[in-house]
């Protein structure tokens, strides 16, 4: 299957605003059972979730602490795709962000801990946040 593919990245200041969106056929389907999500990765670090979304049987969406209130995400099966919009970025917001889609995504987030079993990642999208 097609890998996902992340973008949006960049570098701003801190307290500026960045949407990230990530597309692939695994997310064109609007009733899939899948949660699907957004991992962060620092250097030197494991992906670890931070947003997340279930769309079937009912919409649900899950955030990490750190990020609760800051960051949105949503998901337009038409356009297959994946989004996070990022508010209110901060220093710890730095990192490379990933999608994913599985049964464990949402889990991953609520912990933010990485996912339990392998997944063939995408290439991700850096986001650089400055003081």
């Known amino acids: 299957q097609a890998h996902l593919v992340e973008s949006g990245g960049g570098s701003v200041q801190a307290g500026e605003s960045l949407i990230l969106s990530c597309t692939g056929p695994q997310l064109a389907d609007a009733d899939t059972a899948l949660c699907l999500g957004w991992f962060r990765q620092w250097p030197g670090q494991k992906r670890v979730g931070v947003a997340s979304l279930v769309v079937w049987p009912l919409r649900q969406t899950y955030y990490a602490d750190p990020v609760k209130g800051r960051f949105t995400i949503s998901h337009d099966s038409a356009k297959s795709t994946l989004y996070l919009r990022m508010n209110s970025l901060n220093v710890e917001d730095s990192g490379m962000y990933f999608c994913?889609?599985?049964?464990?995504?949402?889990?991953?987030?609520?912990?933010?801990?990485?996912?339990?079993?392998?997944?063939?990642w995408g290439q991700g999208t850096q986001v650089t946040v400055s003081s």
């Open positions: 994913a889609a599985s049964t464990d995504v949402c889990a991953a987030t609520i912990s933010m801990r990485p996912l339990k079993h392998d997944f063939d």
